[in-house]
């Protein structure tokens, strides 16, 4: 399955949730189902184990930005670590470049932050990266370019930033730098999330 393009607040709206990695928008003008029969749906029949299984799932990949091969081969990167997978998921999750320069406050959505990173203009410890799946590590500085401060995307998004930066990220705002002070937790997520729930719809399917 290829990367979401859609409407992005009709997503939001199918999952029941805003996504501020997704869209700066909420969904809660319109807080029930897309379709015709929407507004009378917004009383759901009960879920079945499967539904509310794929709904958290499609939380963090939406979010994100991943296709599912990718989040599929993250989930069991982070099966395969010491740690426990649903924290060891997350911590991959967050630890993203493009997630981190919307974190940082660099671009207002994480696809906005994907085309920065992939257009060459953000540096990691002064280097050029433009792997969007890059895993910022302790210590990285992420920086835009000097010429790229410049532009209307990133001026904005600092003057207005989507989300409070977490509590990881170390930001100074006179250089524009951004650093990784320590590894995310799962409290770093900025929306709920039953971790729980993923692990049992990949038990069955890897």
Known sequence: MSRYTGPRVKKMRALGIDLPGLSR????????????????????????????????????????????????????????????TPDKLL??????????????????????ARQLVRHRHIRVNGKRVDIPSFRVSVGDEITVRDKSKELAIVKESLEKISLQRPEWMRFDEEKLVASMAELPTKDAVPFPVEMQLIVEYYSKRL
Do not use: C
């Not at 029969?37 to 994100?64: C, I, M, T």
């Not at 991959?92 to 906005?112: K, M, S, Y």
């Open 25 to 84: 928008k909420t969904m809660w003008e319109r807080a029930y189902p897309p379709g015709e029969h929407g507004p009378r749906n917004a009383r759901r029949r009960r879920e079945s184990d499967f539904k509310k299984q794929l709904v958290e799932k499609q939380k963090l990949r939406f979010n994100y930005g991943l296709t599912e091969k990718q989040f599929r081969r993250l989930f069991v990167e982070a099966k395969r670590d010491k740690a426990p």
């Open 91 to 112: 911590e991959f999750l967050e630890r993203r470049l493009d997630n981190a320069v919307f974190r940082a406050g660099f671009a207002p959505t994480i696809p906005a």
